[in-house]
């Protein structure tokens, strides 16, 4: 694919990088798996380029106003990426004088104009990961290295954008998958083991990577603050992302033969091991309350079922494993979990291509916001088949914000 001329702000954005010696880069990058490997992977190639960059990884997805100039020092260029395209971020170009936006999300909230932007899903939804993008800059600016293909397919794989264990490989991703599946061939071979968090379409095979991929899941809270700081005694004053994202960027690039091989040459893999054993017993602690859902109706042609719990950790990932059950094609499941802070955690898995849920996800959060306020605090959004609303310490009541979200299902044709 010619990505130059397809997406003009990406050879604005090129020359910025090429140009970028000597200056200080501020990168706002979202937790997950994907942020933390496009975040890595851009950190990587502005150093290389001479830049000076400063990593923020904070809880929230969208970047608010607040939260920018908290960590504003007068960069000279300011990068947010995997935080969603999301129309007020052009208001920033008030306070940063260079705003560059790399995202995979559909946009929301109003159309971008000023910031350049590097996100497919503006000309048309592609299934891709920010990690890929990244992938494209370092290609583009002649950076690209095994250890930048590494981080992009634990990306791609992290958002579900490739499926090796049933050669699925979307296909926006079949160039820059094509080009490194001879480099790993190990991690990408079926294997017969425990199947991972990904297996939701069988249960038979996996692949090294998607082992791996969910390890970083586990190291990272997955962008959901699923975190063991009160159960290790070593994580007490530490930032598990912060831990993750380090421990992603001291990765080699190799095509690892095991998932006990990774586990073994990992930097820090006692403290890493602790937290990947945790996650474990939360999800055989947890995966049997999900057999307990109910359907809420059929909308736009896809049977809906809903699961709410309290305090039940690794939701989105465990329910994604239950909706495999659910049905082949047509069905999504919206799971609401109230977290230990009290915030409301709406998490929206589907498979078929009538309900997107990503929509679905950012209209409640606009009735969340309009009831309470808190832009930011309150942020919801998506893909068409993966979405999540949050409302974090806005002080959404339960059951109020259960009665906002049936009203909003009740409208849907």
């Known amino acids: 694919m010619d990505y130059l001329k397809e997406y003009p702000d990406l050879k604005k954005l090129l020359k910025i990088f090429s140009e970028i010696s000597g200056k200080r880069v501020l990168i706002f990058s979202?937790?997950?798996?994907?942020?933390?490997?496009?975040?890595?992977?851009?950190?990587?190639?502005?150093?290389?380029?001479?830049?000076?960059?400063?990593?923020?990884l904070l809880p929230t997805y969208e970047l608010s106003r607040q939260e920018l100039l908290d960590n504003y020092q007068q960069q000279d260029l300011v990068i947010i990426a995997d935080k969603g395209t999301i129309g007020y971020y052009d208001d920033y170009l008030e306070i940063v004088s260079n705003l560059i936006i790399i995202d995979h999300h559909p946009p929301q909230n109003g159309?971008?104009?000023?910031?350049?932007?590097?996100?497919?899903?503006?000309?048309?939804?592609?299934?891709?990961?920010?990690?890929?993008?990244?992938?494209?800059?370092?290609?583009?600016?002649?950076?690209?290295?095994?250890?930048?293909?590494?981080?992009?397919?634990?990306?791609?794989?992290?958002?579900?954008?490739?499926?090796?264990?049933?050669?699925?490989?979307?296909?926006?991703?079949?160039?820059?998958?094509?080009?490194?599946?001879?480099?790993?061939?190990?991690?990408?071979?079926?294997?017969?083991?425990?199947?991972?968090?990904?297996?939701?379409?069988?249960?038979?095979?996996?692949?090294?990577?998607?082992?791996?991929?969910?390890?970083?899941?586990?190291?990272?809270?997955?962008?959901?603050?699923?975190?063991?700081?009160?159960?290790?005694?070593?994580?007490?004053?530490?930032?598990?992302?912060?831990?993750?994202?380090?421990?992603?960027?001291?990765?080699?690039?190799?095509?690892?033969?095991?998932?006990?091989?990774?586990?073994?040459?990992?930097?820090?893999k006692d403290l890493a091991e602790k937290i990947y054993q945790c996650y474990r017993q939360d999800w055989e602690k947890v995966s049997h309350l999900f057999d307990f859902v109910v359907t809420i109706g059929k909308k736009e042609e896809t049977e809906c079922y809903l699961f709410v719990g309290r305090n039940v950790p690794l939701m989105p990932m465990v329910g994604s494993v239950k909706l495999a059950e659910l049905g082949e094609d047509g069905v999504a499941l919206i799971m609401v979990n109230q977290e230990k802070n009290g915030g409301l955690h709406f998490s929206f898995r589907g498979k078929g291509n009538k309900l997107h849920l990503g929509k679905l996800a950012s209209e409640l959060a606009e009735n969340l916001i309009e009831r309470y306020g808190q832009r930011g605090v309150i942020s919801g959004g998506g893909h068409p088949v993966a979405a999540e609303c949050k409302t974090r310490t806005a002080g959404v009541n339960f059951s109020d914000g259960l009665r906002i979200f049936l009203n909003l299902f009740d409208k849907k044709q």
């Open 30 to 56: 979202h937790d997950d798996p994907d942020g933390l490997t496009a975040g890595a992977i851009l950190e990587k190639i502005l150093e290389k380029s001479g830049a000076r960059v400063q990593m923020v």
């Open 111 to 268: 159309q971008i104009k000023k910031a350049l932007v590097f996100n497919p899903a503006v000309k048309e939804y592609q299934q891709t990961a920010t990690a890929h993008l990244a992938n494209i800059i370092a290609e583009q600016l002649g950076l690209v290295d095994e250890q930048i293909d590494f981080l992009t397919l634990v990306g791609l794989k992290g958002d579900w954008a490739i499926e090796p264990a049933t050669d699925f490989v979307a296909p926006f991703v079949t160039e820059f998958y094509n080009r490194v599946a001879g480099k790993f061939p190990k991690m990408l071979a079926r294997i017969k083991d425990r199947p991972t968090m990904f297996e939701v379409r069988q249960r038979e095979n996996t692949t090294v990577l998607n082992q791996i991929g969910e390890f970083f899941f586990a190291l990272s809270g997955g962008g959901f603050q699923y975190f063991y700081n009160e159960r290790i005694s070593e994580l007490k004053n530490v930032s598990q992302v912060d831990f993750a994202y380090k421990l992603l960027r001291s990765c080699p690039g190799k095509d690892y033969g095991s998932f006990a091989e990774f586990r073994q040459t990992i930097p820090e």
